[in-house]
């Protein structure tokens, strides 16, 4: 399968990326004269180097939008290919040929159906990951039962990377759609249905008013957290099965803990998770790292370098 990949920055970048590794052909195109944002935006580097994690699976081609070889050479391509994932400015597609009318009349025939992308449908809106985040209240799991004046966003950005799956789907799906079709499909692809439909699983709105407003995933039971060592390090622990409990309390001698308070709540586990910390404050990251070698009780050690 030939996918055309004209989008940037990263929910587009990140689905043909997948369906890259996939085994799919994907071949990226940009305007050499404007490339894609993330090489632009020198004030992280960081971009740079997910830029190229993103692009190194795909063939990149570097054009001139504003030429009208490089264009013809375009639409020769799109001409053999299965789909088309599009996510450039309104201005960008009419440079290229590419609006939804045009795509209608030149390809008719040609079996490539056209995946478009864009940020909520029947809106103009801009937004970016963490505005998202907000207006689909998974950011309030994030703050919930915190007390910082300042709080940093999460590392991840979460709603690009649900987007992408989303769009890797949709992709797929249209290909299977346009199969005996004359008129080539344009789907859009929202990137608020992915986010409804990730909190719709995740965050459900029956749980969003829950007191305490802590859970699993996120700090409330002491057998699933993270605690510092001696040394700066840290020991993520995920024991929620009572085997893995059992064997963690063994090892880190606190045999004192009962069965149940892995997942005690209130009072109780707040003091479960100061005793837990005593004892991993004891040790250094390296020294923890000895005593869970070779220990299959979903632990982890990150040490402080």
Same mark, same amino acid.
């Given at each position: 399968?030939?996918i055309?990949?004209?989008?940037?920055?990263?929910?587009?970048? &990140?689905?043909?990326?997948?369906?890259?590794?996939?085994?799919?052909?994907?071949?990226?195109?940009e305007?050499?004269?404007?490339?894609?944002?993330? &090489?632009?935006?020198?004030?992280?580097?960081?971009?740079?180097?997910?830029?190229?994690?993103?692009?190194?699976?795909?063939?990149l081609? +570097?054009?001139?939008?504003?030429?009208?070889?490089?264009?013809?050479?375009? @639409?020769?391509?799109?001409?053999?290919?299965?789909?088309?994932?599009?996510?450039?400015?309104?201005?960008?597609?009419?440079?290229? $040929?590419?609006?939804?009318? &045009?795509?209608?009349? =030149?390809? @008719?025939?040609?079996?490539?159906?056209?995946?478009? +992308? !864009?940020?909520?449908?029947?809106?103009?809106?801009?937004?970016?990951?963490?505005?998202?985040?907000?207006?689909?209240?998974?950011?309030?799991? @994030? *703050?919930?039962?915190?007390?910082?004046?300042?709080?940093?966003?999460?590392?991840?950005?979460?709603? !690009?990377?649900?987007?992408?799956h989303?769009?890797? *789907?949709?992709?797929?799906?249209?290909? +299977?759609?346009?199969?005996?079709?004359?008129?080539p *499909?344009?789907?859009?692809?929202?990137?608020?249905?992915?986010?409804?439909?990730?909190?719709?699983a995740?965050?459900?709105?029956?749980?969003?008013?829950?007191?305490? $407003?802590?859970?699993?995933?996120? !700090? =409330?039971?002491?057998?699933?957290?993270?605690? =510092?060592?001696?040394?700066?390090?840290? &020991?993520?622990?995920?024991?929620?099965?009572?085997?893995?409990?059992?064997?963690?309390?063994?090892?880190?001698?606190?045999?004192?803990?009962?069965?149940?308070? !892995? +997942?005690?709540? $209130?009072?109780?586990?707040?003091?479960?998770?100061?005793?837990?910390?005593?004892?991993?404050?004891?040790?250094t990251?390296?020294?923890?790292?000895?005593?869970?070698?070779?220990?299959?009780?979903?632990?982890?050690? *990150?040490?402080?370098?």
């Open positions: 399968m030939k055309i990949d004209l989008t940037w920055r990263l929910p587009g970048p &990140l689905a043909t990326s997948l369906l890259a590794k996939q085994g799919m052909e994907v071949i990226k195109y305007d050499l004269n404007h490339r894609d944002p993330f &090489l632009k935006w020198s004030w992280d580097p960081a971009f740079i180097e997910v830029y190229h994690a993103l692009q190194n699976p795909k063939e081609r +570097l054009i001139d939008f504003g030429n009208a070889d490089d264009v013809s050479a375009l @639409h020769d391509e799109i001409q053999s290919a299965d789909a088309v994932a599009l996510s450039f400015p309104s201005r960008v597609e009419e440079k290229l $040929g590419l609006t939804e009318s &045009l795509i209608a009349q =030149r390809y @008719h025939g040609a079996n490539v159906c056209f995946t478009r +992308l !864009g940020f909520r449908q029947n809106s103009t809106a801009s937004a970016h990951d963490l505005n998202t985040l907000v207006q689909s209240n998974l950011l309030k799991m @994030h *703050i919930l039962d915190r007390s910082d004046d300042i709080i940093a966003p999460p590392f991840l950005p979460v709603t !690009g990377m649900f987007f992408s989303h769009i890797a *789907i949709t992709v797929l799906k249209t290909v +299977l759609e346009q199969r005996d079709k004359e008129a *499909i344009q789907n859009w692809c929202w990137l608020q249905d992915a986010v409804d439909n990730a909190q719709e995740y965050y459900p709105s029956s749980i969003q008013e829950r007191t305490p $407003g802590t859970f699993l995933h996120n !700090g =409330r039971f002491p057998c699933y957290n993270i605690y =510092r060592t001696l040394d700066g390090g840290h &020991l993520a622990m995920a024991c929620v099965e009572l085997k893995f409990w059992s064997r963690f309390r063994e090892l880190t001698g606190l045999t004192e803990l009962g069965d149940d308070d !892995g +997942l005690c709540d $209130g009072d109780r586990a707040v003091e479960v998770k100061e005793i837990i910390l005593r004892a991993i404050k004891s040790r990251a390296d020294e923890w790292g000895d005593v869970f070698d070779e220990e299959d009780v979903c632990v982890d050690v *990150i040490t402080s370098s």
